[in-house]
């Protein structure tokens, strides 16, 4: 399998999600068994393995042929669910979310504000009535949903931790000067797929059954451990996409599709630190590779004419912040919930079906779209004023 998707080298698993302690990986096309080092039996996850796998590929490919150029694609499971993290990790978030999913999302708009990632007079979207408030909730549900929260967090704050140890092993090899690093961020937007209550075992809720919270209490400790299967309530989920709408699965709204994406190339970008907000698409991040490499997109492999990469680089955007966008259109669509982007301009709607019910359809002849001005604020949000939104079955097309 590693051969045929065009590598020297393959360590991970297959699909979607994996368990972080019991992960079923292949190396190349063997299947293995994660190697726990000896004495961090219960401290030791795949967040770990894999960091621990690509520091290893460095190391042993520089010395034996230093010119030549290396590619890695790493790509932990984090923060997929399940949410498994050593405990050490979540006893350092203990606390830190007990203001409840309302007020963090306000706190995470003033920091947003604060350090200029969203503009100025960015507009915090209101939570969805779909949503329960969190003042509304028992105290059980807010002690269950605190303690997920804060093994997510964990979870988060440990893959970060593990991207460092990565490009620290760049820093001690002296290529980072070399080295261009493209590091994204997120899942389609932060799960809804948890619950209202959240889920000691999310298969739980994918398979149409709800857990009682006072089930979930007498099992917070197993919380992260490899009993437990866990995932966050939807209501933390929606927190951890501020300041969009909605989250996962919907992939009409920027909750449900905007990911940061952080690039680092000494010596190749004009303002190491700055912001780029010309709209772009996953599909971008091929081709800006091929450039920076210098390498023409293939036309044709071992005998195979290939169909041309639909996306398009974004090193035009690395000397000039303000260089003009070059992706003009861009679709989007997951279960009926979609959206189109043009030139500025978003048109959505939300389908139907929320993330955590698993049955039930809608009629598309009942969808109300809404169309957004995107460059009345910049690129890096999404929602107006509510007196610019406007329903796409009245608009008249304009010449």
């Not at 989920?237 to 992939?251: C, D, E, I, R």
């Not at 000494?266 to 772009?280: A, E, L, N, T, V």
């Not at 490499?293 to 303000?322: H, L, W």
Request: net charge negative.
């Amino acid at each position: 399998m590693a051969a045929l998707q065009g590598f020297e080298h393959f360590y991970g698993f297959i699909g979607g999600e994996t368990n972080q302690w019991q992960p079923p990986l292949f190396r190349d096309s063997t299947p293995v068994e994660m190697e726990i080092p000896k004495g961090r039996e219960g401290h030791y996850n795949l967040n770990d393995s894999l960091a621990d796998e690509a520091i290893t590929y460095m190391h042993n490919q520089k010395p034996v042929t230093p010119d030549r150029p290396f590619f890695i694609y790493y790509a932990p499971g984090a923060t997929h669910a399940p949410h498994h993290v050593p405990k050490e990790w979540i006893d350092k978030f203990k606390g830190q979310f007990d203001q409840g999913w309302d007020k963090y999302r306000e706190e995470t708009y003033q920091r947003q504000l604060a350090l200029g990632v969203i503009p100025a007079n960015t507009k915090l979207t209101p939570r969805p009535n779909e949503i329960p408030a969190w003042d509304s909730l028992p105290p059980d549900r807010k002690k269950v949903a605190e303690r997920l929260m804060e093994t997510f967090a964990a979870y988060t704050a440990q893959t970060d931790y593990e991207v460092g140890r990565i490009l620290d092993a760049l820093d001690e090899m002296g290529i980072t000067k070399y080295t261009l690093v493209l590091w994204e961020i997120g899942d389609n937007g932060s799960s809804l797929e948890g619950t209202l209550n959240g889920a000691y075992n999310e298969f739980t809720g994918l398979g149409g059954v709800q857990e009682d919270s006072a089930y979930i209490i007498k099992h917070l400790d197993d919380l992260g451990g490899p009993n437990a299967y866990n995932h966050i309530p939807v209501g933390w989920a929606w927190a951890m996409n501020t300041p969009f709408q909605w989250g996962k699965q919907v992939a009409s709204h920027f909750g449900g599709t905007r990911n940061p994406l952080v690039v680092s190339w000494p010596g190749h970008i004009s303002d190491p630190g700055g912001k780029r907000m010309q709209f772009h698409h996953v599909i971008d991040i091929a081709p800006t590779i091929l450039e920076a490499a210098g390498i023409p997109q293939p036309t044709e492999v071992n005998g195979v004419k290939q169909k041309p990469i639909e996306g398009i680089s974004m090193v035009y955007s690395f000397k000039d912040p303000n260089a003009a966008e070059q992706r003009h259109v861009q679709y989007f669509e997951m279960f009926g919930n979609r959206a189109l982007y043009k030139d500025g301009w978003i048109a959505v709607c939300r389908h139907g079906r929320l993330p955590w019910n698993n049955v039930g359809s809608v009629d598309f002849d009942k969808d109300t779209w809404e169309l957004y001005d995107l460059t009345r604020i910049t690129a890096s949000q999404t929602i107006l004023p509510h007196k610019t939104r406007t329903n796409l079955k009245s608009c008249k097309p304009t010449s």
